[in-house]
């Protein structure tokens, strides 16, 4: 019979594992970020280990995981979700050495003093270049899911947490569908189709789910090393084929990462999904070992645990 404390005890296994996955997956991809994908799948054949490269230590994670952090300690500090607080965490990061940090999110954080003038920096950046779909949200959007049991404030707070940076409503579309996949995950239903519930027909989201449901891998391995690499869309669909076709955690970020492209953004939500499907242990301890802040993560799991509304 499953008591209060055993549904804690898994609540927090998954909460752990989702986070942890994550910056795990950052941070095994980083070095190979923007390899093709034959150096990418060569370099996984030959067993990819967290040995750092590419101006990476050994286990240091990226953008991905440092924004997912920031807003994780603001909904275990101030709830779900305190928009001011969460910018102000954005600002201060994207002001200091912000490694890896996108384009897009540069653009909207470094000169704002504020949630609404982040937004708006957004916006103009979205009304000049029409390419704000990137995949600079849904990287950092699982605490949401993590930290709420209503479907309706999930997408709520996933959408207004990804206009801070994104002004493209496929970027918050897909934050919110990650966060559906997370939930479904708890509850066990169908992550793919809580996704695709989330993403209101925009035509690419649907394509790339699409091709994800039908295990298309060609038409995501596409997708991974094309024009179309480092957006919203490609990296969710990734994901979540990850989550359904690997049999496990490691298996599911090898293969994520040995499509090249942007490999870290790609594994860490395949790592965040994959770590909340099968929990923290299944997360291999010699990639866990030398992982940076690993102990201010787990603070950061227990924090949203403590604080799920
Ligand atoms: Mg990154």
Not at 98 to 113: E, N, P
Not at 175 to 181: E, T, V
Not at 184 to 207: C, K, M, R, S, W
């Amino acid at each position: 019979m499953a008591g209060g404390s055993s549904q804690g005890s898994e609540r927090r296994r998954r909460t752990e594992g989702c986070l942890i996955g994550l910056a795990v997956g950052d941070a095994l991809g980083a070095p190979l970020e923007a390899a093709s994908a034959r150096e990418a799948r060569v370099t996984v054949e030959h067993g990819l280990e967290m040995s750092g490269g590419a101006g990476w230590a050994p286990g240091e994670w990226t953008d991905d995981t440092a924004m997912a952090i920031a807003l994780a300690e603001s909904i275990a500090a101030h709830g779900l979700l305190d928009e001011d607080d969460v910018a102000a965490r954005y600002i201060e990061w994207a002001n200091g050495e912000a490694k890896g940090i996108g384009a897009t999110t540069r653009s909207a954080l470094t000169a704002a003093v504020g949630a609404d003038d982040a937004r708006s920096r957004a916006r103009a950046l979205h009304e000049q270049t029409g390419m704000t779909a990137g995949n600079g949200t849904v990287m950092r959007a699982a605490p949401i899911a993590l930290a709420c049991s209503s479907s309706a404030e999930t997408t709520r707070a996933a959408r207004q947490d990804a206009s801070l940076t994104h002004a493209d409503p496929a970027a918050g579309a897909a934050s919110a569908a990650l966060c559906a996949a997370i939930q479904a995950i708890f509850i066990g239903d169908d992550p793919l189709d809580a996704a695709a519930a989330e993403v209101n027909g925009h035509p690419q989201l649907t394509h790339a789910l699409r091709s994800a449901r039908e295990d298309n891998e060609p038409a995501l391995a596409a997708l991974a090393a094309g024009p179309e690499a480092a957006t919203c869309w490609t990296t969710l669909a990734i994901g979540l084929f990850a989550l359904e076709t690997a049999d496990s955690y490691a298996h599911g970020v090898l293969w994520a990462i040995g499509l090249g492209g942007d490999t870290d953004t790609n594994a860490a939500v395949a790592g965040a999904l994959l770590g909340c499907r099968h929990g923290r242990a299944s997360v291999p301890g010699e990639w866990l070992e030398p992982l940076w802040e690993r102990e201010r993560i787990e603070r950061a799991a227990q924090g949203l645990v403590d604080r799920r509304v």
